[in-house]
C-alpha cells in the first residue's frame, strides 16, 4: 500500500514524464476512481494546459497546471503511474488515461480503486478538508511533540492516524519504531521527551532512506526491518526473531529484544 515514501517517488516520477507538454485528451476508463468530478469536467479543466509543478501531503500528490487547479491523485492500495509512448498499451487497470500533444501518455492505474482522481483550487484546503495532520517529513519537532502530547492510545496508531500526522501506513510505522527501539503498543502516556526525539528523528531519517533507494526494498540498507518482513527472519540489529502482534487490526513486526514492551 504506497505511503509518504512510495507515494514521493510517484511524484518526482511525475515531475521527470509529465511537465511542460499540453494535455491534449484526458481518457477516464473507468468513473469510480473520480472523486466529486465528472469524465467531462476533469477533460475540460485539463485539456489545453500543460502540468508545471507538483507537491505532495501524506499519501496524496498533486500536480499544478498553468490554469490554477491541481490535479489531486490518490493511489489507495494498489495505485501507479506508468508513463508511456505512443506506441505503448496502457498497463492493465488503467483507469485514466492522460494524453499529451506529442501523444505520450500517462496512466494512472489502480486494480483496486481505492485511489482516486480529482481537481482542486488549493492543496493545502484540500488537506484541511480531509481533516490531515501535517506531512511527516514537512512536520516540525515542537509541532510534533505538541500533537501527540496529551493523547490517549498505542503510539502505533498514533503514527499511522492520518489525522494526526500524514503520510505513514503499516509498513512504516513498524520500521520507525524498530529503529527507534519502541514497542508498537507502547502508550502515548508513557513515552518520554527523548523518545519523541528520537520517533521524530527516525521519522525523516527512515522515510529519507526509502525515498533514496526509489523504494526497492533490496536497495534499502541492511539495518532496515523491511528487508526481513517475515515470520521466522532474524532481527539485523540483534539477531532475535521477529515476531508480529495485532495493532489496531494490523499485522505488527518487531524485535522483542530491541523494542521490549514496557
Ligand atoms: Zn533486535
Not at 33 to 58: C, M, P, Q, V
Not at 181 to 196: A, E, G, Y
Not at 237 to 247: D, F, L, M, Q, Y
Amino acid at each position: 500500500m504506497p505511503e509518504l515514501p512510495d507515494v514521493e517517488v510517484f511524484r518526482s516520477y511525475f515531475e521527470s514524464t509529465s511537465l511542460k507538454q499540453d494535455v491534449e485528451q484526458v481518457d477516464v476508463l473507468d468513473q469510480r476512481i473520480l472523486e466529486d468530478i465528472s469524465a467531462k469536467n476533469l477533460h475540460e479543466a485539463l485539456a489545453g494546459y500543460r502540468f508545471i509543478s507538483t507537491t505532495r501531503h501524506g499519501k496524496y500528490m498533486f500536480a499544478k497546471t498553468e490554469g490554477n487547479t491541481w490535479l489531486v491523485l490518490h493511489f489507495g492500495m494498489t495505485g501507479y503511474l506508468h508513463y508511456l509512448t505512443e506506441e505503448d498499451d496502457p498497463p492493465r487497470h488503467t483507469r485514466v488515461l492522460f494524453t499529451f500533444d506529442g501523444e505520450n501518455k500517462l496512466a494512472f492505474v489502480d486494480q483496486r480503486i481505492l485511489g482516486l482522481v480529482g481537481l482542486t483550487e488549493d492543496p493545502e484546503a484540500f488537506a484541511r478538508d480531509r481533516d490531515l495532520g501535517p506531512d511527516a517529513l514537512q512536520i516540525k519537532i515542537d509541532e510534533f511533540k505538541e500533537l501527540l502530547s496529551g493523547r490517549r492510545g498505542t503510539i502505533k496508531a498514533a503514527l499511522t492516524n492520518q489525522a494526526i500526522i500524514a503520510g505513514i501506513g503499516n509498513i512504516y510505522a513498524d520500521e520507525i519504531l524498530f529503529q527507534s527501539k519502541i514497542h508498537p503498543k507502547t502508550q502515548l502516556s508513557s513515552l518520554s521527551d527523548d523518545d519523541l526525539e528520537t520517533l521524530y528523528d527516525q521519522i525523516q531519517t527512515v522515510c529519507q532512506a526509502a525515498i533514496d533507494a526509489e523504494v526497492d526494498v533490496d536497495q534499502m540498507p541492511d539495518w532496515f526491518l523491511l528487508r526481513h518482513r517475515e515470520a521466522g527472519e532474524r532481527c539485523p540489529r540483534c539477531g532475535a526473531e521477529i515476531e508480529t502482534v495485532k495493532v489496531s487490526s494490523r499485522t505488527t513486526y518487531f524485535c522483542p529484544k530491541c523494542q521490549p514492551k514496557r
